[in-house]
């Protein structure tokens, strides 16, 4: 069974920065794209970050310039190096793979507050 599963988010000051790891287990295969979405309260999931295999970026507006995708093909795991952090990044932050299905993991929690 394919799990992925998502760490580092946590409690931060407005401008600092986390780190999430998002590993995949029960998988022989590599996922084309792996990405983060978020969703905050009330809100819609949306995309924050895709990469896939050849390491193509693709970023959403509202993070452009102070978050980074990055992933290491041969452990299937996807990084986001998220700086400058900002209240409104606050949300559940959840990690996606797709092959010939699309895979989420459970999410983590990003709350962003002084």
């Known amino acids: 069974q394919v799990q992925l599963v998502e760490s580092g988010g946590g409690l931060v000051q407005p401008g600092e920065s986390l780190r999430l790891s998002c590993s995949a287990s029960g998988i022989v295969f590599t996922f084309n794209i792996m990405g983060w979405y978020r969703q905050a309260p009330g809100k819609e999931r949306e995309l924050v970050a895709r990469i896939d295999r050849g390491g193509t970026l693709n970023y959403a507006d509202f993070v452009k310039g102070r978050f980074t995708i990055s992933r290491d093909n041969a452990k299937n795991t996807v990084y986001l190096q998220m700086n400058s952090l900002k209240p409104e990044d606050t949300a559940v932050y959840y990690c996606?793979?797709?092959?010939?299905?699309?895979?989420w993991g459970k999410g983590t929690l990003v709350t962003v507050s002084s």
């Open positions: 996606m793979g797709i092959s010939l299905s699309q895979y």
